[in-house]
């Protein structure tokens, strides 16, 4: 078990620019979630998926956020066309369905120039 | 809808006195209610959690929380503080999904613990 890990940790961008952050969860671990956190606010949750599919999405997710979770194993979350308001961390979590707690990943920051 | 209400965006007390941060929520299905620790720069890391059983939960480093349905709280508490307590907490409430497994978090806004030698 080597916990949650996420690439990158940090990421710089131009606005107008896409990014996309990738997020190995707990092996089995069959439930994954992003969550966004701004400076001096608790964690926003954006979307989550049980294997592959994504069961449940905020309405934070505008369309310019798009989140895979292809073979039910890693994710990716990708923002088009960054903003300034996407800088953030980026959490990802991951459960299985059968319990209750969420492990998190150290997170990625995001800052958009 | 369901919300955490963390009371006091930053606490201070000095080494050795006792901890105690605030959490109230609401849920209209008895929730699972979180407090998770934060260091800077890092992710999050479970404290503690209830879910429908003792209502005193003990979690690691210390803490402690007790759930009261009556006042809908969820406080944290340490009899003694350490330097190394020193972080960013949060509060968080799942609820059920489809009567079954337990889903997303809500988090309060956070508190940040501050330690004085």
């Known amino acids: 078990d080597t916990g949650v890990s996420q690439n990158p940790r940090h990421k710089i961008t131009k606005r107008g620019q896409n990014v996309t952050f990738r997020c190995d969860p707990i092996?089995?671990?069959?439930?994954l979630y992003w969550y966004r956190q701004t400076l001096g606010q608790g964690p926003e949750f954006l979307t989550y998926f049980q294997n592959e599919a994504q069961l449940e999405k905020s309405r934070l997710l505008s369309d310019r956020f798009s989140a895979e979770r292809p073979k039910g194993s890693f994710s990716t979350l990708e923002i088009q066309r960054t903003e300034q308001g996407d800088s953030a961390m980026y959490l990802c979590?991951?459960?299985?369905?059968?319990?209750?707690?969420?492990?998190f990943g150290p997170g990625t920051r995001l800052t958009v120039l | 809808a369901q919300s955490v209400t963390q009371l006091g965006s930053h606490v201070s007390v000095s080494e050795g006195a006792l901890v105690l941060l605030r959490c109230n929520y609401s849920s209209s299905v008895p929730p699972y209610l979180f407090w998770y620790v934060q260091y800077p720069n890092q992710g999050l890391q479970l404290l503690l959690k209830y879910t429908s059983a003792a209502t005193l939960v003990k979690g690691i480093n210390g803490f402690e929380a007790e759930f009261k349905k009556s006042e809908t709280s969820f406080h944290l508490t340490k009899p003694s503080a350490h330097m190394s307590d020193a972080a960013e907490y949060f509060c968080a409430v799942s609820d059920p999904v489809g009567g079954t497994s337990y889903g997303k978090l809500t988090f309060g806004q956070g508190t940040i613990l501050t330690v004085h030698p």
């Open positions: 092996s089995e671990h069959n439930r």
């Open positions: 979590a991951s459960s299985l369905v059968s319990a209750d707690t969420q492990y």
